[in-house]
C-alpha cells in the first residue's frame, strides 16, 4: 500500500481522534496533515506489531502535544467535558475521560500495560485501539472487518481477563 493509499483510507480515523482531542477543526486538519507527513517519514520504524490505525493514532497524539507545546496561546485554549467543567485542551488530552483511560493514568499504568502486552489477540489490539486510539466500537469493528457488537464483546473479553489478572495478583 503506498502513501496515498493509507491516507485515503486511515485519514478519516486520525481526524476524528483529533477532533475528538480538540474540538477544533483547523488543528484537527493540521495535525491530521503533519501526522502522515511523519508517518511517511518513519514507514520504516512501522514494525506491523500493531494495526496501522494504532500506529497513526499514536503518532497523531504526539504530533498534536507537539502542536500544542508550540502554539501555546496566552489562555489555553479549552473545551467544556460532558459533566459541563471547562478543561484546557491539553489536559483534555492528557487526562483523557473514559474510565479505561483513567485506569491507564493511575499508578498500576506500568501493571496495566504489562499485562496488555501478555493479552491474546484480537483482546489485545481491541484494548490498545479502543483505550489509547479512543476509538468507537464500530471504527474498532471495521478495522477487524467484524459488526460493531463484535467489537464490544471482544472488548469486555478483554477487560475481565485483565480484571482477573488484577484479582489474582491482589
Known sequence: ?????????????VYSFLMS?????EIAEEVTQETFYQAIKSIDRFDES???????????????????RKHRPEEPLSV?????????????????SSAEAKAVESEQRVVLMRKL???KEPYREICYLRIFANL????????????????????????????KEFTENE
Open 1 to 13: 500500500m503506498d502513501s496515498e493509499q493509507i491516507y485515503v483510507k486511515y485519514a478519516k480515523n
Open 21 to 25: 482531542k480538540t474540538h477544533d477543526a
Open 50 to 68: 500493531s494495526s496501522v490505525t494504532t500506529w497513526l493514532c499514536a503518532i497523531a497524539k504526539n504530533q498534536l502535544m507537539a502542536y500544542l
Open 80 to 96: 467544556e467535558t460532558e459533566d459541563g467543567e471547562t478543561v484546557s485542551v491539553i489536559d483534555k488530552v492528557m487526562n483523557e
Open 117 to 119: 502486552h501478555y493479552l
Open 136 to 163: 468507537s466500537f464500530k471504527e474498532i469493528g471495521d478495522v477487524f472487518g467484524k459488526s460493531e457488537n463484535w467489537a464490544r464483546v471482544s472488548f469486555y473479553r478483554g477487560k475481565e481477563t485483565l480484571r
